[in-house]
């Protein structure tokens, strides 16, 4: 086997930092990259003073700002943000609740924007962050209209559970599966995380093809499902028309 080189050992530096890790100490790092304690002070050292990580007063690590400066300019996401923000807004003032926006990426539900207020239910999801596609409105989305590779692919892993209402079956997830791409929303209720539901639909780019989706997550007690659809479908088909138009 080949030793790894310089490269390598930053980028297994850089990817120890999980979606949801703030901060990571120096022997986290080293265990997750893989690394013997002397090779990753020298690195992580040489990252700090080029300013893609930051060392902290408690003697632990976080991404940089020019780490964080360099990742904003990645075309596709941002791209997608700018043209989806001002539809975003105008949900959340027409609902007060959580919008959220999300891709597929590496068979999991990558969120690229997310608008929150106040009075909004707390939710697990966070920008950049990632979550399974099998417990989240927007997940079920997006693998219901992914390829059927990656649709058997998911369904073939063990399905976790993460609150009372999970789907963990195979069976019954392909079956809400079908009914999303018949009705082109999906449902969830107390899946992802105890008292809240959620409404996504898909949102698609030129010649159709449902490049994302966009949903609402409020408390389950409250939520009115059909007014809540129907404001996430409108705010989903304007967003789908200006990517359809925009220049590829």
Known sequence: MRAPTVTGKVMA?????LPGDVRLTLTEICRR???????????????????????????SYRVGMLLWQIGAQAAEPRELREL????????????????????????RALYVERLRGPTSVPVVSR????????????????????????????????LTPHAPNTVVDPARLRTELEEVRRTGIARTQEEMSVGTCSVAVPVRGAGGRVVAALSLVTWRHTADPRRLAAAVLSAAAALSRDLAAAPR
């Open 33 to 59: 990259a893989e690394l013997p304690p002397a090779t990753g002070h020298r690195l992580v050292g040489e990252l700090v003073a080029g300013g893609f990580m930051e060392r902290l007063p408690d003697g």
């Open 127 to 158: 920008v950049a962050g990632e979550l399974p596609l099998h417990a989240t409105g927007v997940g079920k989305v997006l693998l219901a209209f992914a390829d059927p590779e990656t649709v058997e692919r998911v369904l073939a892993r063990e």
């Open 13 to 17: 530096i850089l990817g120890a930092f």
């Open 84 to 107: 989806a923000l001002p539809y975003m807004e105008d949900l959340y003032v027409a609902t007060r609740e959580n919008v959220q926006l999300a891709v597929l990426r590496d068979d």
